[in-house]
């Protein structure tokens, strides 16, 4: 089954706008990870925000995470072309990470 | 140092054959999981192992998969009798502790 729910299934913005993605999901979790994939293939690890953060930043990646909406969100400032791909959040209930759909993110130049 | 890596990144294979697909984890990490994802969809859970235990094999579709670890180290999925619906794409990931996982490239599975 799958728990997070990311939003919207597409977005498609040109380089040097920043976008924005949102993931909600539905029980408790210990952990909130985002992960990118590039041609379906080969998910990379982008930023793990722990249940008792609010906000993360690395480079020019900022997670949100708030545990009372069960929701958190991904910005990627001033984006580039070579920031296209699917994004996923996953959460950790435990012993294994849930995703969602992810995201489909294009940036054209 | 070396990723996840898995081997073959591609199979093809004939509806009703067996098939085995490989994961080396990262050196050290204790943790092991399989995933599955179809196309459009993100990656489902399949099994977890801790060492050389299965610690949770609940998202194991049916008794056809099933799933080693002997050494605690390589890995190995075994399907039996594969179905055309068995075709996605087959990811590992390792851990050490409960931290993030780190993914392989994957083994794309293809039944005619």
């Known amino acids: 089954s799958q728990q997070g729910e990311e939003d919207p299934q597409a977005l498609s913005i040109q380089e040097g706008e920043n976008a924005t993605m949102n993931c909600s999901y539905k029980t408790s979790i210990n952990n909130l990870q985002w992960y990118r994939q590039n041609s379906g293939r080969g998910l990379v690890h982008l930023i793990l925000i722990r249940s008792n953060e609010r906000e993360k930043h690395s480079g020019r990646l900022r997670v949100t995470l708030d545990t009372s909406k069960k929701s958190s969100s991904l910005l990627i400032t001033a984006s580039r072309a070579a920031d296209t791909a699917s994004y996923f959040c996953?959460?950790?209930?435990?012993?294994?990470?849930?995703f969602g759909k992810g995201t489909t993110l294009s940036v054209s130049s | 140092g070396a990723g996840v890596s898995q081997t073959p990144s591609n199979k093809v294979t004939e509806k009703g054959k067996y098939v085995e697909l490989r994961c080396d984890p990262i050196s050290g990490h204790t943790a092991l999981y399989w995933y599955r994802q179809s196309l459009g969809q993100g990656p489902e859970f399949l099994i977890y192992?801790?060492?050389?235990?299965?610690?949770?094999d609940s998202g194991l579709p049916n008794d056809r998969f099933f799933a080693v670890r002997p050494e605690g180290s390589v890995s190995t999925l075994k399907i039996q009798r594969t179905e055309r619906g068995d075709s996605a794409v087959y990811l590992c990931?390792?851990?050490?502790?409960?931290?993030?996982?780190?993914f392989g490239p994957g083994t794309r599975l293809t039944v005619l």
């Open positions: 996953a959460t950790d209930v435990g012993t294994a990470l849930i």
């Open positions: 192992f801790q060492g050389t235990g299965a610690a949770d």
């Open positions: 990931a390792s851990s050490y502790g409960n931290n993030e996982q780190f």
